[in-house]
């Protein structure tokens, strides 16, 4: 097992860091979180440097990429920039794989240069109130009328949804059928008549934003099920197909995040001085770092791993669920360390650990809790 990058990856490695160096600040992402808006102002110069269309096959005007490629890129847009990574998580991630994965050639060759050209974003509404962790309990409902679906219903905690030119929606077409069967993913335009999106306000993470969404009698063509007509009460399988994906993702992201967090603090112990001398030698605060440093190597194996078995064509769902646990509950501790090296001056919001934090504390409940993640682990280990 040889978790090396390629020339070519590392090629690739190097023309993100200077598209962040040139065109991404601190400054940038501060403003933006502070502000709650999406950086547009950066998608036509992200698209340029292929990153958009990493994760799609050339014919679909991507470049191919494969999933340790995909690591590479998520890493180093966490580290770098949060403006960046934003960019590249809402159209690549939340939909393009999705479409990538589950979509008909159709909507493939539809949408998907359109994504990697960054002329297209959307959003994925799956949460309800009452359907979260429990995604099969879903109420919100599509009822075939002639040549369309209407939809009624109500999805909350979705990303990004204010600013997507179309919603792949999670609905009930079949009431009467069992748990998991009876879902389709619908393609909602995001001007649809009837659907009403507000903007929920939240912890951190203000880049991407986190919306409601009401739908009252919006109508959509039977060409917008996800798939084509194969994927009509198919959509439960077609999330289960983008899950472990999702998880390696998550576990690059706060790996990165991490890293981020454990080298601003590093650099403050090696120039803080108290009593005379750096606090960087005081042994305290040698052993808050290097407790920070083993925990975000074990992660980035952990997820390395993940992503290595995944490419192999391995079952890797155990693996994943772990590697999603430990670097985000890694990231949270490792926050809080950062915070506790830089004193005072961590609690202040005009330094970047607080927004490491506040990022932070969203992994955990985010992408599958990791309490349903442990659930996942004990059932794949026989232990229920």
């Known amino acids: 097992m040889d978790f090396r990058f390629t020339e070519e990856q ?3 490695r190097n023309t993100i860091r200077d598209f962040i160096k040139r065109e991404t600040s601190r400054e940038l992402d501060r403003q933006l979180e502070e502000e709650g808006r999406f950086p547009f102002e950066l998608a036509d110069k992200m698209a340029q440097t ?8 050339v014919e679909y005007g991507g470049v191919g990429g494969n999933v340790m490629d995909f690591i590479v890129a998520a890493e180093e847009l966490a580290y770098g920039s949060e403006a960046a990574c934003a960019l590249f998580l809402g159209p690549v991630f939340f939909i393009g794989e999705t479409i990538h994965l589950n979509g008909s050639e159709e909507q493939k060759k539809k949408y998907l240069p ?3 050209q ?8 799956l949460t309800e109130p009452d359907a979260g962790s429990d995604a099969s309990a879903i109420t919100t409902s599509a009822v075939a009328d002639g040549d369309d679906y209407v939809i009624n219903g109500h999805k909350t905690m979705i990303s990004g949804a204010d600013i997507a030119d179309f919603i792949i929606t999670c609905t009930k077409t079949d009431k009467e059928s069992r748990r998991y069967e009876g879902i389709t993913l619908l393609m ?4 649809a008549e009837g659907l009403t999106i507000n903007k929920l306000k939240k912890l951190g993470n203000n880049i991407i934003s986190t919306c409601e969404i009401f739908y009252d009698d919006v109508r959509v063509p039977k060409e917008a099920i996800m798939g084509g007509p194969e994927g009509l009460n198919m959509g439960w399988l077609q999330m289960i197909n983008n899950l472990d994906i999702e998880r390696i993702m998550i576990s690059a992201l706060y790996t990165a995040i991490a890293q981020r967090a454990y080298d601003d603090a590093l650099a403050y112990a090696k120039e803080r001085k108290q009593f005379g001398r750096p606090i960087s030698e005081y042994q305290m605060i040698q052993q808050l770092l290097a407790d920070m ?7 980035r194996l952990l997820t390395y791993h993940a992503g290595w078995l995944k490419q192999q064509g391995e079952f890797c769902s155990l693996e994943c669920s772990i590697a999603k646990i430990h670097a985000t509950e890694m990231a949270k501790k490792v926050t809080i360390d950062g915070m506790q090296v830089l004193g005072g001056y961590g609690y202040m919001m005009e330094n970047d650990m607080q927004r490491y934090l506040r990022n932070a504390m969203l992994g955990t409940v985010g992408g599958g809790t990791n309490q349903i993640q442990r659930l996942i682990i004990a059932k794949l280990q026989g232990m229920m």
């Not at 292929?50 to 096959?57: I, R, S």
């Not at 909602?188 to 001007?191: A, R």
């Not at 440093?293 to 992660?299: G, K, P």
């Open 10 to 12: 590392e090629a690739f």
């Open 50 to 57: 292929e990153l958009l269309g990493l994760a799609f096959p």
């Open 114 to 116: 359109l994504i990697a």
């Open 118 to 125: 960054g002329k297209l974003r959307g959003a994925f509404a």
């Open 188 to 191: 909602v335009p995001g001007k």
């Open 293 to 299: 440093l083993v925990e975000i190597r074990a992660s």
